[in-house]
């Protein structure tokens, strides 16, 4: 391999490291606004995936591409290629290369989801299974807000502030503080998942989970359920705001002054709707749990990120 070939094979591998990187970097637009220390983390392994990713892809296919035009046989040309087998050095690289790839690309993953610390201690699991404790976090808030319970049902979300003797299907939470959720299922399984903080989470029935991240900006988020929880799954979404500390106290101190009142529950009302003009054929039917008697009720109509 003479020289110019050497240096033309460097200048493609340069051309194709600044173009993965410049894909990687335009992955952070693909997402939703960053709204929580947990996303920052998540973008980051992301935009790293996709750098990789996409410098693989465009060498593979580029060296295709030259193939295809360059090294094409002659027209009616039906013989063979010549008859290479053997090559210890050839196979030796192309081993080691996507070993070495897939141990990096597990360490980072692995270091990324160590710092995020979502998941606070948990029970013993049956079998056997050993405790599950989460590693401290170098971005968990200084200040921890108090425990709030998250109650996921067919179809509702149902949040309960103990200290404040609050209960609402709109989660508040103030910015800048560790936020530590208790999910418990009342039915089936659910799924906690809010995109704008790139956390998700299974809600498992007969257990409660400790779930904790850190809301870093201001706004009106939305949750929802992101496993298949049945025919109303679809309904069970509902806001999450996140506020200056002065008004989440303010809040609080707001919807502890309401008397408790039934919530609104899509869900709910559009299977009486549905129950009441629908021939019968005597297939059993889920029924959706009865609205929450809640102090602070989600409006649907309410904008969101």
């Not at 990187?21 to 996303?39: C, D, F, K, N």
């Not at 296919?61 to 210890?88: C, H, W």
């Not at 003009?277 to 409006?299: C, D």
């Amino acid at each position: 391999m003479n020289r110019r070939t050497i240096g033309v094979l460097v200048g493609l591998a340069i051309a194709d490291l600044l173009a993965s990187l410049w894909i990687g970097q335009q992955a952070y637009t693909w997402m939703p606004p960053q709204a929580s220390a947990e996303s920052v983390l998540v973008d980051n392994l992301f935009s790293f995936m996709t750098t990789l990713g996409s410098f693989i892809f465009l060498g593979v296919m580029g060296t295709l591409l030259y193939a295809i035009l360059f090294q094409r046989a002659a027209k009616y040309d039906a013989s063979d290629g010549p008859n290479i087998e053997g090559n210890v050095k050839l196979e030796v690289v192309w081993t080691t290369i996507p070993i070495l790839l897939v141990i990096w690309i597990a360490t980072v993953s692995y270091q990324t989801y160590d710092r995020m610390s979502i998941l606070g201690p948990m029970e013993p699991l049956p079998m056997g299974m050993a405790t599950a404790e989460a590693a401290p976090t170098d971005r968990a808030a200084s200040v921890t807000s108090p425990p709030i319970q998250v109650f996921a049902r067919q179809w509702a979300w149902e949040f309960h502030y103990p200290e404040a003797g609050v209960r609402s299907t709109e989660l508040h939470l103030p910015v800048n503080q560790r936020a530590q959720l208790v999910l418990s299922s009342e039915d089936v399984l659910h799924g906690f998942f809010v995109p704008a903080f790139r956390v998700k989470q299974d809600v498992v029935p007969g257990r409660e989970i400790n779930f904790e991240f850190t809301p870093i900006r201001e706004g009106r988020y939305r949750l929802r359920d992101s496993e298949y929880s049945g025919t109303y799954f679809a309904a069970n979404q509902t806001n999450v705001v996140v506020e200056s500390s002065e008004d989440y106290q303010d809040w609080l101190a707001m919807a502890a002054a309401r008397s408790p009142f039934p919530a609104e529950n899509v869900a709910f009302e559009a299977f009486n709707q549905t129950d009441a003009s629908a021939i019968g054929l005597g297939w059993k039917t889920v029924e959706p749990a009865p609205a929450p008697l809640v102090n602070f009720a989600s409006s649907e109509e309410d904008t969101y990120e």
